[in-house]
């Protein structure tokens, strides 16, 4: 059954759109389903050798729900694994990015945000992440925002931080500060809401790949207490990559309040003793870098080697239009409702 399961989680659709006509086919069910109800309360009172036959003249209308359910699925074209390899066991990779404007200091060349995504960018077409794993995208200034939930889906993963870019004017005041505090407690809450639609048991290992200069404005440290203890309680280990220089350097950026635009300038600069402690807390390790060197993309290889399950486990080889599987279940359906 688990195969089973695991089967049907990978069934995808190329042409979704066409799943728009199920309220019609919905609406005409209720209908019927509505008049067999009101014929059973309604019908006569039976006699000692009497048959009554719930479905009639309704077996038409049955037999072209059926049809049409069938129909929508198969115009939708399901999706299912072309075949499977045995691989390593996966690991749940949730990037946690600093987008503030501390992060558009440009005391590392071109600056921090673009030396994170160019680390970002690395690990995706590096060997590390592998058939199976998934990513999950977190943005984060003073508020966290989730741009891509848990996927396999490599391409749009790298779409989603592609669009990450410096803007000219943050409209939105909640980042232009950082708080790495809140992002971690968010974390937490995201995997859980997403585990609870998905109906998953979370048995793949996480781990937190957190890139940021630490330049933390927020000062709560039972807040942040709980929130690492949270993660350690979960085995979710945090890996820290320290973005820019000890020195620093000064940041100009413009923030739009009531209507007019403001210009800001601050002092921003890498903070060790901010990441460090959160990685060590959590299980994890921590790395300071200017740079997308080779160094970077070994501790991530390493991070995330080191949390990968050992046992193995079967990862689809590709997918392949599997609508005529669904046309034969349709015809036995539709069979089914007519002669019994």
């Given at each position: 059954m688990g195969f089973v399961?695991?089967?049907?989680?990978?069934?995808?659709?190329?042409?979704?759109?066409?799943?728009?006509?199920?309220p019609t086919v919905v609406m005409i069910g209720l209908a019927v389903a509505s008049a067999l109800v009101a014929k059973r309360l309604l019908?006569?009172?039976?006699?000692?050798?009497?048959?009554?036959?719930?479905?009639?003249?309704?077996?038409p209308w049955l037999a072209a729900i059926i049809i049409a359910a069938g129909q929508i699925v198969i115009l939708a074209r399901p999706q299912l694994p072309a075949g499977f390899k045995i691989a390593k066991a996966p690991v749940d990779i949730i990037v946690a990015?600093?987008?503030?404007?501390?992060?558009?200091?440009?005391?590392?060349?071109?600056?921090?945000?673009?030396v994170a995504k160019s680390i970002i960018f690395s690990m995706i077409s590096s060997d590390s992440v592998q058939t199976g794993d998934r990513m999950m995208l977190i943005l984060f200034g003073r508020d966290a925002r989730s741009r891509m939930p848990l996927s396999s889906d490599k391409k749009d993963f790298v779409t989603k931080v592609a669009e990450v870019v410096v803007p000219g004017i943050y409209y939105?005041?909640?980042?232009?500060d950082t708080s790495i505090v809140t992002v971690l407690s968010f974390i937490p809450q995201v995997l859980d809401a997403q585990d609870k639609f998905e109906h998953n048991s979370s048995?793949?290992?996480?781990?937190?790949?957190?890139?940021?200069d630490g330049d933390d404005d927020a000062k709560v440290p039972v807040r942040m207490n709980l929130a690492l203890q949270e993660l350690h309680s979960r085995h979710i280990p945090v890996y820290c990559?320290?973005?820019g220089t000890v020195t620093g350097a000064q940041v100009k950026f413009k923030v739009a309040v009531d209507k007019q635009i403001l210009e800001f300038e601050d002092r921003t600069q890498l903070r060790p003793e901010v990441l460090v402690p959160i990685a060590q807390v959590t299980g994890g390790r921590s790395?300071?870098?200017e740079s997308d060197k080779p160094a970077v993309q070994s501790f991530l290889a390493n991070a995330i080697e080191s949390n990968r399950p050992v046992m193995p486990h079967l990862v689809p080889t590709g997918s392949k239009d599997s609508w005529w599987e669904f046309s034969v279940a349709l015809l036995v359906l539709s069979f089914l409702a007519l002669v019994l």
């Open positions: 399961s695991d089967l049907f989680r990978q069934l995808t659709f190329a042409e979704p759109s066409y799943f728009v006509l199920w019908r006569p009172k039976a006699s000692r050798h009497s048959r009554y036959r719930i479905f009639h003249k309704e077996l990015w600093d987008d503030s404007p501390s992060m558009t200091a440009k005391d590392v060349r071109p600056n921090r945000l673009e939105d005041d909640a980042s232009t048995a793949s290992r996480r781990i937190v790949i957190l890139l940021s990559i320290g973005v790395m300071m870098t």
